[in-house]
């Protein structure tokens, strides 16, 4: 499975953004997806992960009410809508997917490349 990812750059605090991520190669069935991001000289942390159907959601305490995580199973792609961001959300924002749904946990069996957001003040 390859994940690629796109939509990152630099905004101002209170603005948005969209990322995207898009999975190609072998794929494996009714695959979770979801993001993660990295802020520098921070561990990695979960952001929001979707189940396959697209009913069933999970969010980071951090970023309920401002970011918002959809997909399009036909085209293989998972969005996140970032709105009302602060500068502590710059970090590198990764694309992951599970086999399983597991919310918060979701543990990341594949990744994709990074897409760096920065926020400024």
């Known amino acids: 499975v390859q994940l690629q990812a796109s939509g990152g750059g630099l905004v101002q605090a209170g603005g948005s953004l969209r990322l995207s991520c898009t999975a190609s190669?072998?794929?494996?069935?009714?695959?979770?997806m979801g993001w993660f991001r990295q802020a520098p000289g921070k561990e990695r942390e979960f952001v929001a992960g979707?189940?396959?159907?697209?009913?069933?959601?999970s969010y980071a305490d951090f970023v309920k009410g401002r970011f918002t995580i959809s997909r399009d199973n036909a085209k293989n792609t998972v969005y996140l809508q970032m709105n009302s961001l602060k500068p502590e959300d710059t970090a590198v924002y990764y694309c992951?997917?599970?086999?399983?749904?597991?919310?918060?946990?979701?543990?990341?069996?594949?990744w994709g490349q990074g897409t760096l957001v920065t926020v400024s003040s």
């Open positions: 979707i189940r396959y159907s697209g009913g069933i959601t």
């Open positions: 992951a997917a599970d086999r399983v749904f597991r919310g918060p946990k979701m543990r990341g069996d594949y």
């Open positions: 190669g072998r794929t494996f069935s009714n695959p979770v």
